[in-house]
């Protein structure tokens, strides 16, 4: 297992628009390899009515999936926050998961207890240009913890790791 001090996350999403919203989150912690995974039923959530034939296409989910085993948008909350307490969340893609992040607990009427951070609070400038270039070089599953363990290893291939 690659040891990076951190809590990576990712999230699928129903699509890049305003009204998308997740339907998918992975989480993982680079040190104890502690970890989560589940779908959200969308139809839990409030007007997630948003669904891109582009975005499934590439992340392979179907709406009967999501629809026959999702979670409802308060049990993911519920999860996150007892799972996650206090922690610091890494994306690297800080922007999209946050808004969908947003999204979620907006729509349980719930606050999320950890906190989300970009890559680049965690990442030097010549780390950052090194992460980029490996992290541009990979082949994304588009699932998120896939995308969650490509992660760890573009953090680690930038000699962020806890030796």
């Known amino acids: 297992m690659i040891k990076v001090p951190l809590i990576c996350v990712d999230i699928e999403a129903s699509g890049l628009g305003p009204r998308s919203y997740p339907i998918e989150i992975a989480w993982k912690c680079g040190i104890t390899g502690e970890s989560d995974l589940f ?58 998961d946050y808004f969908w992040m947003r999204r979620l607990f907006e729509s349980a009427m719930m606050k999320p207890t950890f906190k989300m951070q970009g890559i680049d609070s965690v990442l030097d400038g010549g780390q ?36």
Request: aromatic share 6%; hydrophobic share 45%.
């Open 39 to 96: 779908l959200i039923n969308p139809d839990t959530g409030y007007n997630w009515t948003e669904w891109d034939l582009s975005a499934a296409g590439i992340h392979g989910i179907s709406m009967d999936e999501l629809l026959a085993v999702g979670v409802s948008v308060n049990s993911a909350c519920d999860r996150l926050n007892q799972k996650l307490g206090n922690r610091i969340l890494t994306s690297d893609a800080l922007d999209f």
């Open 128 to 163: 950052l240009i090194q992460y980029r270039l490996i992290a541009g070089a990979q082949l994304r599953k588009h699932r998120a913890m896939d995308d969650v363990n490509d992660l760890f290893t573009c953090l680690a291939a930038c000699q962020l790791d806890g030796e």
